[in-house]
């Protein structure tokens, strides 16, 4: 689903790699934990699966298509296969619940009648049924947080990427989110998860991908947070 072959990424203006020599292979269905101290490249290898940017060696492939090769008009249609989830959650905060989470479909051009049907069975997926009239000021951190995460699934994407998605909510309510992630996982979405929350990779014991100034040093199925040799 995800393949990276010795990717290196520098920033222009930059001495040193943010990524360097990377490979890796996530299959369709895979939840990955991707981890490491901070600047170690969690965000640029995120951002080089959605094509936000090119490596500047390598080879990047998503859904068995080299997306650095990809004409610009298509970049739309990848990025709709990949939902996203941040750590600040990124609600629009004048619309409802529903409107938020409904508006992801109606600028890809799904109907009302559809949009209608859709949203409240995917609020309902994750715990927010009869929230939907709500704006996202009156909800807690990790309501809004399952806002966001319904937004992103709403269109069943292939992937579902999340930039440190517990990183402002307190631990009980991070349980919470992971077991949404886990659940939407099993649907066959495959999650990749960047994160300095060491006790929920401890709790999941998925995949674990470790980068030290941009170069993979741990790739271990079922792995914790920290070295374990
Ligand atoms: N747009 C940019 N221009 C120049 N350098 C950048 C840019 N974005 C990131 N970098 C550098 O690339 C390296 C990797 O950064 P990156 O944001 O990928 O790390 P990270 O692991 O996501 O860190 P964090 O956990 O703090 O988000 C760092 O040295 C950073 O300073």
Not at 19 to 40: C, M, N, R, T
Not at 185 to 194: D, K, P, Q, S
């Amino acid at each position: 689903m995800i393949r990276f072959e010795k990717v290196t990424k520098t920033y222009p203006g930059q001495a040193r790699a943010a990524l360097e020599q990377v490979s890796v292979d996530i299959e369709k269905g895979d939840f990955v934990f991707l981890v490491g101290a901070s600047g170690s490249g969690k965000s640029t290898f995120l951002r080089l699966v959605l094509r936000e940017y090119r490596p500047s060696q390598g080879k990047v492939y998503v859904a068995g298509k080299e997306i650095n090769r990809l004409a610009s008009w298509k970049v739309p249609r990848l990025r709709r296969q990949i939902g996203t989830v941040f750590q600040d959650f990124r609600l629009l905060q004048n619309k409802t619940v529903s409107e938020n989470v409904g508006f992801a479909l109606q600028v890809i051009g799904k109907n009302k009648s559809y949009v209608d049907e859709i949203v409240p069975e995917t609020l309902e997926l994750v715990g927010l049924e009869g929230k939907g009239d709500r704006f996202p000021d009156e909800l807690s951190g990790g309501e809004q947080q399952r806002v966001a995460i319904a937004r992103a699934f709403v269109n069943r994407p292939m992937i579902l990427i999340a930039d440190e998605p517990t990183g402002n909510l307190d631990p009980n309510t991070s349980v919470g989110i992971m077991k949404l992630l886990d659940r939407i996982n099993r649907t066959g979405t495959t999650v990749l998860m960047a994160t300095h929350d060491a006790g929920i990779v401890d709790q999941m014991r998925k995949r674990v991908i470790q980068l030290e100034d941009g170069r993979v040093v741990r790739d271990q199925s079922g792995g914790v947070y920290g070295h374990q040799n």
